[in-house]
């Protein structure tokens, strides 16, 4: 049954990162390969504030999405001039940097050695120690983003962010500022993302940089192109599938050590598949 948890929790985990992608790239258009990056900014901040300052882990869920906001903030407004592949190769450049930044910042990310010794989320005394009251405890994190995603996508600001998506330069015409739209959804997609960090490092209570990769960053962007790009309901299939499918693996037989590659074997044979013959994804209705 801990295992069932397991796979529950893990789906919240990139039910939430997937979802904060998708405002981004599925409601905006924007062609972002930061999302590891703020989803490890939210971890850091939970690990540090946790084992250097003593704070609980419900009280960084507030901060984290904060910090990692304001980053989003600045650095989404120095990529303001950027567009399409330019957008893309510049969010790349930041996910280095931070990757960089956390391996050898020692004395406060602690490098490539992690930060281990994670305390659990606790609240009014009580500790979220089994997987049983962490599945509660995510889930519930999970239907307050897809709420969010749902009234933002919903909205007039969401109606606007699919205008972008569809023709910045028409809608620039009729005298909307796309960028500021751009920003501001880039800084929600962010401070989203690390929400998930925080539950992330809380769930497993250990992390290193080699868990905020390019290669976390495809899974999100496969997640969303496999599942329906702008489509909520596809976006957690998407997350769904592609946490079920590579657990499969551990059934098959194959070698531990090759189950890791198969994953990503798996991720890129999908997004290959789905980009040639069904570009919408599952449930989707806008292409890539």
Known sequence: MEYIFHIIILISIYGILALAQNLVMGEAGLLAISGAAFYGIGAYVAAIFATKLGLSIITTLFIAPIIAGLIALVIGASFARFRDDYFMLATLGFLMIFNTVTKNWEILTNGSYGIPGIPKPQIFGFIFSTPLSFVFLSLFLLIIVTIVSELIKRSSFGRALNAIREDEDALKIFGYQTSRYKLMIFTIGAALSALGGVLFASYITFIDPNLFTVNESIL????????????????????????????????????????GLMRQCIYGLLLVFFMLYRPKGILGIYKL
């Open 220 to 259: 999100l962007w496969a997640m969303i192109v496999v599942g329906g790009m702008g489509q909520t309901r596809g976006v957690l299939l998407g997350a769904l599938l592609l946490i079920i499918i590579p657990e499969m693996l551990r059934f098959v037989g194959f070698p531990t050590e090759v189950v």
